[in-house]
């Protein structure tokens, strides 16, 4: 198949929703990982954030009663570290809300980045918000391997769903992030009120910025948010975004986030079939994921059909 760029993407908008995954699970077996990448995260700092993301039940301007409190001590990171490698991610992330941490705080967070290289071994993640070249030296130099920070949407779309700060603030972290020898993670979240131009421009952002994995939210409307009233993405639409992401991104890490739950319920394999090759396992931020043994099963029930 010809390289997809923003000239001939038109080419794939037009393919019956079964053509387009098809096509897409043969891109994902030509060039991407075979393996699931397993990954969990640890909401380290809750609330009080001073942002707007509509989405977001951590903003301190939306009433969604969650738990807000200070960064977690360095202890009950290990501890969480050490339940992800024991439920099988390969890739354990530390997030905090807020657009920037103090010093002291990276600080923190990097003597436990590194105790838990050393005394746990599993891959470790952070998701910080904006951090600048001194702190981006000082976690990668603990230990820290990828960098997490989602674009959230397009350039055209982003004002209508943050306005505290910019979708190129978010580019430059990204950036930034990359020059200092660290892998990055970013996505978005899909089911906002976007167009599929919206996702497709997303999408081609990621692979300009070369970013090594994208996860891809499924918006799970939060009450109290201003997106709390949204009709939820249809299957049909959100396989058919996945399939263009990996279309598009090709051997990158394509990892379904929140919302694959709510959205596929029994039939979240099909977003495996639709180009994804990694997940979250464990839960999120402020939404409880399915129970672990539910997680195993889908896992199962991925390799079995990749096998085929």
């Excluded at 809750?46 to 001590?73: M, W």
């Excluded at 430059?172 to 990359?178: D, E, P, S």
């Excluded at 990996?246 to 959205?263: F, H, P």
């Amino acid at each position: 198949m010809k390289n997809i760029n923003r000239g001939n993407i038109s080419s794939l908008l037009v393919l019956p929703l079964e053509e387009l995954i098809s096509l897409a699970n043969k891109i994902r077996q030509k060039y991407a990982r075979q393996t699931l990448e397993l990954c969990s995260i640890m909401n380290a700092k809750s609330g009080r954030c001073e942002e707007d993301c509509k989405f977001c039940a951590q903003s301190s301007r939306h009433n969604t009663g969650i738990n807000n409190y200070p960064l977690k001590p360095k202890e009950e990171m290990l501890e969480m570290a050490k339940r992800a490698r024991e439920i099988g991610a390969e890739r354990f992330d530390i997030v905090t809300s807020g657009d920037r941490l103090s010093f002291g705080e990276l600080k923190i967070i990097a003597d436990a980045i590194y105790e838990i290289k050393i005394n746990i071994g599993i891959k470790m993640c952070a998701s910080l918000g904006e951090i600048d070249e001194k702190g981006f030296l000082l976690l990668k130099n603990a230990g820290l391997t990828r960098y997490h920070h989602n674009l959230e949407s397009s350039p055209r779309y982003f004002p209508q769903i943050v306005t505290t700060h910019t979708f190129m603030q978010r580019v430059n972290t990204v950036k930034a992030a990359k020059s200092a020898g660290l892998e990055v993670c970013s996505g978005g979240i899909i089911g906002m009120g976007e167009t599929l131009e919206d996702r497709i421009d997303l999408a081609f952002w990621l692979k300009e910025l070369a970013v090594d994995s994208v996860p891809i939210n499924i918006l799970v409307p939060i009450k109290g948010t201003p997106l709390g009233e949204k009709v939820p993405l249809s299957p049909e639409e959100a396989l058919r975004t996945i399939a263009l992401f990996r279309i598009i991104l090709k051997d990158k890490i394509i990892k379904i986030a929140a919302g694959r739950e709510s959205v596929f319920a029994d039939a979240q394999a099909s977003a495996f079939m639709a180009g994804a090759n990694g997940m979250l396992i464990g839960g999120y931020l402020t939404i409880k994921g399915q129970a672990l043994e539910k997680d195993r099963q889908l896992i199962k029930e991925i390799e079995n059909l990749w096998s085929q």
